[in-house]
């Protein structure tokens, strides 16, 4: 079945140093990739997304990449902020196109001014 | 801008207890879904909703659940004979189309404690 491994965190960093969150997926077919964010006490947020291979996500800063030959869509931010601080949850729905979110387990970050 | 809501934002409850979860999804919205998050673990998919029936589940979602949209506006998650692996953050969302790629709006979430 579809599944989606992310980093093990918390990831802890300073203010405006650089962001990589990894995360790998299995699926059947061409899912659509995302990531969303969930900040203190809120629901889960989507951040980005990308639907197809070579694609490039891109909203606040964040960026990631669909890549198709390593199942991979590694989030990255270039320069953090301390309201950054969230945990993150990469997600995929499957190749057949109407199955529900399948997620990674996420990753907590905090940063630190 | 518009949002999904969820009520209540934390339910205590007894073992054994049944508990209903409201949600209030966006008014547009076609399709309505149940994920749960057990601490430290995944965010998994219970059940989708669509044109008043469901129309997906997972092997989580077993006879102690069901799902209503008892009007137009909200949708209900009951759990009939709480237990104690029941205990989870609970998260209502809403898209407007089942097709990939499409955004699921989530709500704030209701954690569930399970005495």
């Known amino acids: 079945g579809n599944s989606v491994t992310q980093m093990e965190g918390p990831v802890t960093l300073s203010e405006e140093a650089f962001l990589t969150i990894n995360c790998t997926y299995t699926a059947t077919g061409y899912p659509s990739l995302f990531w969303y964010v969930q900040y203190p006490g809120e629901g889960l947020q989507l951040l980005l997304k990308?639907?197809?291979?070579?694609d490039k996500g891109s909203n606040k800063g964040f960026e990631a990449t669909y890549r198709k030959e390593t199942t991979s869509f590694h989030l990255e931010k270039g320069s953090v902020q301390v309201s950054d601080s969230a945990v993150y949850f990469c997600a995929l729905i499957g190749g057949t196109g109407n199955t529900p979110l399948v997620f990674g387990k996420g990753t907590r970050l905090s940063v630190i001014a | 801008e518009p949002e999904v809501t969820q009520t209540p934002s934390h339910q205590v409850t007894q073992m054994g207890q049944e508990v209903i979860l409201r949600c209030v999804p966006i008014?547009?919205?076609?399709?309505f879904y149940w994920y749960r998050q057990i601490l430290g673990q995944k965010v998994e998919f219970l059940v989708s909703f669509y044109n008043n029936e469901i129309s997906e589940k997972s092997e989580i979602f077993d006879d102690q659940f069901s799902v209503e949209r008892p009007d137009g506006s909200n949708f209900t998650l009951k759990i009939r004979s709480t237990k104690l692996e029941d205990s989870a953050m609970y998260f209502c969302?809403?898209?407007?189309?089942?097709?990939?790629?499409?955004?699921?709006?989530f709500g704030p979430g209701t954690r569930l404690t399970v005495l």
């Open positions: 990308a639907t197809k291979a070579d």
């Open positions: 969302a809403s898209s407007e189309d089942l097709t990939g790629g499409v955004e699921q709006f």
């Open positions: 008014s547009n919205h076609l399709y």
